[in-house]
């Protein structure tokens, strides 16, 4: 099944109030992420896990003002990613797909509070958490980080750090 089609209309219909989820996990859904997800001005989370997906995330989709939980895990997407200026993102999951280059952190992410980036192609430096004040859990195995973990002074509810490089 493509996911070409708008696939979340249901979101449209919300009174202006409310959030909207949409959860599309093990649907067998292929093709590339349309940008109808990052137009949809309410949608706070986005399950797209355990499709078929491929191809390059598009970076409005990160940014988009309300979405706060995005799952990704389990594609094939590809290409490299940086954290937008500016974002509400609280979990992060893009385990288990293509993503390749150094992962970078904005200042404004501090309200991360889990990030899975396990078994990509991620490469270069670790990046500095410090900006990551709420940061739960970090976990980066299965890719080709260098370096050492730096900016953990700040970050005080860590509970979970999986398989760094050092």
Known sequence: MSLLFHPISHCD???????????????????????????TPL????????????????Q????SPSL??????NNSLTGSLSF??????????????????TFDVSAQAG??????????RFNGVVPD????????SFSIKGNAFTGQLNGLAGVVNLEKLSSFPM
Request: with cysteine.
């Open 13 to 39: 219909q919300q009174l202006i109030s409310h959030e909207c989820d949409s959860n599309l996990s093990s649907n067998a859904l292929s093709g590339s992420i349309p940008d109808a997800f990052s137009t």
């Open 43 to 58: 949608l706070s989370t986005i399950y797209l896990d355990s499709n078929l997906l491929t191809g390059p995330l598009p």
């Open 60 to 63: 409005t989709f990160l940014s």
């Open 68 to 73: 706060q939980y995005l799952h990704l895990s």
């Open 84 to 101: 937008p200026s500016a974002t509400n993102l609280s979990v992060i999951d893009f385990a288990r797909n293509q993503f390749d280059g």
């Open 111 to 120: 309200a991360v509070t889990q990030v899975k980036l396990d078994y990509n």
């Open 129 to 136: 958490l410090s900006a990551m004040k709420g940061l739960t």
